[in-house]
Protein backbone atom coordinates (compact mmCIF):
# COMPACT_ATOMS: atom_id res chain seq x y z
CA UNK A 1 0.00 0.00 0.00
CA UNK A 2 1.04 3.78 -0.96
CA UNK A 3 0.41 6.29 0.97
CA UNK A 4 0.95 9.70 -1.23
CA UNK A 5 -0.82 13.01 -1.32
CA UNK A 6 -4.09 13.41 -3.30
CA UNK A 7 -4.58 15.41 -6.28
CA UNK A 8 -7.41 16.52 -8.19
CA UNK A 9 -7.19 13.41 -10.72
CA UNK A 10 -7.94 11.41 -7.79
CA UNK A 11 -11.29 13.19 -7.38
CA UNK A 12 -13.45 10.04 -9.28
CA UNK A 13 -11.29 7.54 -7.10
CA UNK A 14 -12.13 9.22 -3.86
CA UNK A 15 -16.27 9.45 -4.88
CA UNK A 16 -16.20 6.23 -5.69
CA UNK A 17 -14.72 5.04 -2.06
CA UNK A 18 -17.58 7.73 -0.13
CA UNK A 19 -20.25 6.13 -2.54
CA UNK A 20 -19.42 2.52 -1.64
CA UNK A 21 -18.93 3.51 1.90
CA UNK A 22 -22.35 5.73 1.91
CA UNK A 23 -20.14 8.35 2.94
CA UNK A 24 -21.22 12.15 1.50
CA UNK A 25 -18.98 12.53 -2.03
CA UNK A 26 -15.71 14.78 -1.23
CA UNK A 27 -15.88 16.91 -3.52
CA UNK A 28 -12.85 18.58 -5.51
CA UNK A 29 -12.47 21.93 -2.91
CA UNK A 30 -11.87 19.56 0.38
CA UNK A 31 -9.19 17.13 -1.84
CA UNK A 32 -7.37 20.44 -3.28
CA UNK A 33 -3.25 21.18 -2.08
CA UNK A 34 -3.92 23.96 0.36
CA UNK A 35 -0.32 25.50 2.81
CA UNK A 36 -2.27 24.61 5.99
CA UNK A 37 -3.67 21.17 5.27
CA UNK A 38 -3.05 17.64 3.92
CA UNK A 39 -5.11 15.56 1.79
CA UNK A 40 -3.80 11.87 1.48
CA UNK A 41 -5.51 8.83 -0.20
CA UNK A 42 -4.41 5.11 0.14
CA UNK A 43 -3.08 3.59 -3.22
CA UNK A 44 -2.86 -0.61 -3.30
CA UNK A 45 -2.39 -1.89 -6.77
CA UNK A 46 -3.24 1.13 -8.38
CA UNK A 47 -6.40 1.75 -6.83
CA UNK A 48 -7.74 4.29 -4.44
CA UNK A 49 -9.04 2.93 -1.00
CA UNK A 50 -8.96 5.24 1.39
CA UNK A 51 -8.52 9.52 1.97
CA UNK A 52 -8.12 11.27 4.72
CA UNK A 53 -7.30 14.98 5.70
CA UNK A 54 -6.26 17.52 7.98
CA UNK A 55 -7.56 21.30 8.95
CA UNK A 56 -5.77 23.71 10.50
CA UNK A 57 -8.38 25.67 12.80
CA UNK A 58 -6.29 28.79 13.87
CA UNK A 59 -8.21 30.05 16.71
CA UNK A 60 -9.87 28.41 19.66
CA UNK A 61 -13.63 28.11 18.86
CA UNK A 62 -15.77 27.67 22.42
CA UNK A 63 -13.64 25.01 23.90
CA UNK A 64 -12.04 23.85 20.85
CA UNK A 65 -8.82 24.44 20.85
CA UNK A 66 -7.10 26.08 17.85
CA UNK A 67 -4.96 23.51 16.05
CA UNK A 68 -4.48 21.23 13.69
CA UNK A 69 -6.66 18.32 13.85
CA UNK A 70 -7.30 14.89 11.92
CA UNK A 71 -10.37 15.18 9.49
CA UNK A 72 -12.15 12.67 8.04
CA UNK A 73 -11.10 9.05 6.93
CA UNK A 74 -12.93 7.01 4.53
CA UNK A 75 -11.47 3.89 3.80
CA UNK A 76 -13.68 1.80 0.62
CA UNK A 77 -15.56 -1.40 2.91
CA UNK A 78 -13.01 -4.81 1.45
CA UNK A 79 -9.91 -2.96 2.64
CA UNK A 80 -11.37 -2.07 6.70
CA UNK A 81 -9.74 -3.50 9.24
CA UNK A 82 -6.61 -4.34 7.30
CA UNK A 83 -4.72 -1.16 8.52
CA UNK A 84 -5.61 1.09 5.76
CA UNK A 85 -7.12 3.78 8.29
CA UNK A 86 -3.64 3.77 10.79
CA UNK A 87 -1.51 3.91 7.98
CA UNK A 88 -3.26 7.28 6.72
CA UNK A 89 -3.77 8.49 10.52
CA UNK A 90 -0.01 7.68 10.93
CA UNK A 91 0.95 9.85 7.71
CA UNK A 92 -1.23 12.72 8.55
CA UNK A 93 0.47 12.69 12.05
CA UNK A 94 4.00 12.88 10.37
CA UNK A 95 2.46 15.72 8.54
CA UNK A 96 1.05 17.57 11.70
CA UNK A 97 4.47 16.74 13.66
CA UNK A 98 6.30 18.65 10.89
CA UNK A 99 4.38 21.75 11.37
CA UNK A 100 2.90 21.51 15.53
CA UNK A 101 3.64 19.31 18.66
CA UNK A 102 -0.03 19.01 19.32
CA UNK A 103 -2.33 17.17 17.13
CA UNK A 104 -6.40 17.04 18.09
CA UNK A 105 -9.34 14.69 16.68
CA UNK A 106 -12.67 14.51 17.56
CA UNK A 107 -15.50 11.51 17.26
CA UNK A 108 -19.08 10.04 18.16
CA UNK A 109 -18.97 8.77 21.53
CA UNK A 110 -20.22 5.47 19.81
CA UNK A 111 -17.50 5.52 17.62
CA UNK A 112 -15.54 2.80 19.32
CA UNK A 113 -13.48 1.38 16.61
CA UNK A 114 -11.86 4.76 15.78
CA UNK A 115 -11.22 5.38 19.78
CA UNK A 116 -9.40 2.43 20.12
CA UNK A 117 -7.16 2.92 17.06
CA UNK A 118 -6.44 6.61 18.26
CA UNK A 119 -5.77 5.23 21.21
CA UNK A 120 -2.60 3.08 19.97
CA UNK A 121 -1.78 6.49 18.36
CA UNK A 122 -1.05 7.71 22.66
CA UNK A 123 -4.51 10.21 21.70
CA UNK A 124 -6.20 11.01 25.09
CA UNK A 125 -9.53 12.34 25.49
CA UNK A 126 -9.30 15.81 27.05
CA UNK A 127 -13.06 17.04 26.91
CA UNK A 128 -16.87 15.85 25.62
CA UNK A 129 -19.11 18.04 23.95
CA UNK A 130 -22.79 18.06 22.29
CA UNK A 131 -21.41 20.18 19.08
CA UNK A 132 -17.79 20.99 18.24
CA UNK A 133 -16.67 23.36 15.54
CA UNK A 134 -20.59 23.19 13.98
CA UNK A 135 -20.43 19.50 14.08
CA UNK A 136 -22.71 16.84 16.33
CA UNK A 137 -23.27 13.83 16.71
CA UNK A 138 -26.26 11.51 15.75
CA UNK A 139 -28.50 14.84 15.10
CA UNK A 140 -27.64 15.75 18.59
CA UNK A 141 -28.46 12.98 20.56
CA UNK A 142 -24.88 11.94 21.33
CA UNK A 143 -21.81 13.23 22.03
CA UNK A 144 -18.29 14.18 20.58
CA UNK A 145 -15.29 13.36 22.61
CA UNK A 146 -12.19 15.73 21.90
CA UNK A 147 -8.99 13.94 22.02
CA UNK A 148 -5.37 14.91 22.14
CA UNK A 149 -2.00 13.62 20.96
CA UNK A 150 1.22 15.35 21.66
CA UNK A 151 4.53 14.35 19.81
Known sequence: MQIREAILDDLGHVTAVCDASGRTRWTSEMIATKNDRVV?????????????????????EGSSPAGHYLGGVVVAPGFRRRGVGSALTRARLEW??????????????HNTASIRMHETLNFQ?????????GVTADDGRSELILFEASR
Open 40 to 60: LVAVTQGEVVGVAKTHLHPDP
Open 96 to 109: IWSRASTAYYYTNE
Open 125 to 133: PVARFSEIR
